[in-house]
């Protein structure tokens, strides 16, 4: 029954917890030995946090933080965590800098909320609090509400009939200043130590005490016993054989090296302890950054989804660098001299593979800057040193176009008859020879100029193709035309594909 009373949630036990709102504060209570895990998932990272856990009275209340990320897994806990305040103000104030290189990779900010309670005293009940997280701006003070800048108390201005008891040191009027020090002297008393006044007969001066190892100091039996547990303790690491000198050096290991340490693998996805040996860590650890169990898991293997390699999903970052290096190095495939043609001059390969045609004997075979497809209707086995007869070919290719037309519905030949009155929506004149031969030498002029483009009919996927290829080249940011081309002949017309394609294996504009 008592246990039951005493359960999350009930007025007797600790709150729920949650997520956090870095715009208002949240309201909760923790009972003794009990922990209120909090998460803030989102916030400006360009901003540090400023987080303050409020107390009513002077319970004995603690916060840690643990960022969540890939290499940190765990709730933050009084033996592992990663920042904490320990101390007995009822005001604590953690601030983390945006450039915190805790933060790097977290994902959230996981919080905890703990109150540890007093085995030589009766239960008081849970403790309120109120805990806040703001967005610290930038050029904010690094001084923090348990750390507090100092500031001379002697740049108040005081009267020349003032003087400072010397032993409260409190100013008072020289005129009573007799009358304040018997009195003084008789009821207070001054700490060498930290120069805090109490009076002689009060508890607090009874059990005032100091730190003989550091400068922390209390008032209460309590405040000590604590301070000698955290500070001055040593503990034993669950997980390995480290004996920590105290508590925050504890929690420091189970966050680091510690073999227990709860991580991500990078490899098979699962929260996992890290393993290794935190006294003689591995060098090929430390040399890659990463733990002995994704060293281990790393070394299965797998197919590069790029090149079909098998490499090791440990080295499948540094694989995948290569390949990134040598796209960026490639030259451009050269295209098809036909301005309608959607192919490259040497064939490309699925994988990337620029010339696989040529090397596979399926080359463009002229001296046109033609691709084979585009110089088939245009082959003759014939001797023709001096090229005349391709150009008697090529001009009745372009006459052909011209007079008669392709009859194909898809065609976008500026140079033939189809497209044209297509175009132009109405009935075209029919042509002659002696209508069309003007336009056409020029052509014919230019054709051993293979800078200059050429003008042939296509087939439908063909048109697609180079269709596709142009809108994709249009796009800002994007790759240049012979890589789009490449793109579409490897995939087809494919919009999906032929983007994969490109990201895989075509560097972009610079």
Not at 162 to 180: A, D, F, I
């Amino acid at each position: 029954m008592a246990k039951a009373q005493k359960a999350p949630g009930t007025a007797q036990g600790s709150s729920i917890g949650g997520d956090l709102d870095i715009w208002k504060a949240s309201q909760g209570q923790v009972a003794e030995g009990d922990y209120v895990d909090y998460t803030l998932p989102s916030w400006d990272r360009s901003h540090g946090l400023d987080i303050e856990l409020s107390l009513e009275d002077d319970g004995d209340v603690e916060l840690f933080i643990s960022p969540q990320s890939a290499h940190q897994r765990a709730k933050p806990r009084e033996d592992e965590h990663v920042l904490g305040d320990f101390s007995n103000n009822t005001t604590k104030r953690i601030v983390i800098e945006s450039s915190n290189v805790e933060l790097e990779g977290a994902e959230a900010l996981l919080l905890s909320v703990y109150c540890r309670g007093s085995l030589a005293e009766p239960s008081h009940g849970p403790r309120t609090y109120s805990l806040r997280v703001k967005s610290l701006e930038k050029g904010a003070s690094n001084g923090s509400s348990s750390n507090p800048v100092p500031i001379e108390e002697d740049t108040e201005m005081h009267g020349s009939d003032e003087e400072e008891c010397k032993n409260c040191h409190q100013w008072v009027p020289k005129r009573t200043m007799m009358l304040h020090e018997n009195f003084c002297l008789r009821n207070n008393i001054s700490c060498p130590h930290c120069n805090n006044v109490f009076q002689k007969k009060s508890q607090e001066w009874q059990n005032h005490w100091h730190c003989p190892y550091d400068s922390t100091h209390g008032n209460s039996p309590e405040s000590k016993t604590k301070h000698d547990s955290v500070f001055h303790e040593s503990r034993q690491c669950p997980n390995c054989l480290y004996e920590a000198t105290n508590l925050r050096d504890l929690a420091t290991h189970r966050t680091s090296v510690c073999p227990g340490k709860i991580i991500l693998c990078q490899f098979c996805h699962l929260e996992v302890p890290q393993e290794g040996d935190p006294f003689d860590p591995s060098p090929e650890s430390l040399i890659s950054g990463l733990t002995a169990h994704e060293l281990a898991d790393g070394a299965r293997t797998t197919e590069c989804h790029l090149c079909s390699k098998i490499v090791r999903l440990r080295d499948m970052s540094t694989h995948l660098k290569h390949h990134e290096l040598e796209k960026n190095n490639r030259f451009k495939p050269d295209i098809c001299r036909n301005i309608n043609c959607g192919r490259t001059l040497d064939g490309v390969g699925k994988n990337g593979e620029v010339g696989a045609g040529s090397r596979m004997g399926q080359g463009p075979g002229n001296d046109l800057g033609l691709c084979s497809i585009c110089f088939g209707p245009l082959y003759v086995s014939m001797h023709d040193p001096l090229g005349k007869a391709m150009k008697r070919r090529v001009e009745r290719r372009y006459l052909s176009q011209l007079i008669t037309g392709c009859g194909k519905r898809w065609c976008t030949n500026l140079y033939c008859k189809t497209a044209r009155a297509k175009e132009a929506k109405v009935p075209q004149v029919a042509l002659m020879a002696k209508d069309v031969l003007p336009q056409i030498q020029p052509l014919i002029a230019q054709m051993d100029d293979k800078t200059e483009p050429m003008y042939f009919c296509v087939d439908e996927g063909n048109q697609k193709r180079r269709n596709l290829a142009e809108m994709l080249a249009m796009e800002a940011g994007g790759w240049e035309l012979e890589w789009c081309i490449a793109a579409c002949e490897a995939e087809g017309a494919n919009i999906d594909k032929v983007r994969t394609w490109l990201s895989n294996w075509a560097p972009r504009k610079a």
